[in-house]
């Protein structure tokens, strides 16, 4: 998936994800928010903001910026913000793996649903770690697989992904292969959605020990 095929499918998409992915992925986004337990002092960076519906979850006091590199999704959620006077939100066109933001500067750094998505996960997680300060938190709300998941599934998995381009995500993403590179210091994953077929993940920014 390259990021003009991402635009394109996300142009297809925008008008009836809310009615539909989006509805699926809100008790992972509810879930995730709340673990966060933000402060109004927190500084906060939410990679593919998407419709921005995850907003709704955040306190009023908390600064989130969301950054997506899709427009028609980001013109949903600007939508959002207006709509339901959320404060201190906003929203900026920007690439994920690609950051215009200095190292070290947000206290929280969140991505719901995009690192199956992305093109690159190995460069979009760098930058998430980059941005965020030492010690900071990082939370992705994923499907993964997971070596304890049902044989079948991943059979299944394994089969849709020379269509991944087409469904705008990687079926078959085992999160081992994911965390090799990601090198993420886990402090817990627990599992979301419809039939548990997604995970959250908490991680600290520091070195893995
Ligand atoms: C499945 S949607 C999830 C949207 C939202 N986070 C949610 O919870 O509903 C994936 C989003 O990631 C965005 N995306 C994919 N690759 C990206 C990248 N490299 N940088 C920023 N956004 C990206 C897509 O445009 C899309 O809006």
Redesign the pocket.
């Known amino acids: 998936m390259d990021?003009k095929s991402?635009?394109k499918s996300?142009k297809r998409v925008s008008s009836f994800?809310d009615y539909t992915?989006?509805k699926v992925?809100k008790p992972?986004?509810k879930k995730l928010v709340s673990m966060m337990e933000c402060t109004p002092t927190d500084k906060v960076l939410?990679?593919?903001?998407?419709?921005?519906?995850?907003y709704s979850y955040y306190p009023d006091e908390t600064a989130v910026i969301g950054?997506?590199?899709?427009p028609d999704?980001l013109d949903k959620a600007r939508n959002h913000i207006e709509s339901n006077r959320l404060k201190n939100k906003s929203v900026v066109m920007?690439?994920?793996?690609q950051l215009k933001f200095e190292d070290n500067s947000f206290d929280k750094v969140v991505?719901?649903?995009?690192v199956s998505?992305?093109?690159?996960p190995d460069l979009?997680i760098k930058e998430m770690k980059r941005v965020c300060k030492p010690n900071g938190d990082i939370y992705l709300?994923n499907h993964f697989s997971f070596d304890t998941d049902n044989a079948l599934i991943k059979v299944l998995e394994k089969g849709l992904m020379p269509i991944s381009k087409y469904l705008?995500?990687r079926p078959y993403f085992p999160f081992s292969e994911f965390n090799a590179y990601a090198k993420l210091n886990v402090q817990s994953i627990s599992k979301i959605n419809l039939f548990d077929y997604w995970g959250i993940i908490h991680a600290i920014n520091s070195p893995v020990d």
Not at 46 to 54: C, D, K, L, R, Y
Not at 94 to 97: A, L, V
């Open positions: 990021d991402i635009i996300y994800y992915f989006g992925f992972g986004q939410e990679i593919g903001i998407g419709t921005g519906t995850s950054i997506d590199i899709s999704m920007m690439n994920g793996e991505g719901m649903y995009v998505v992305t093109q690159n979009l709300v705008g995500w």
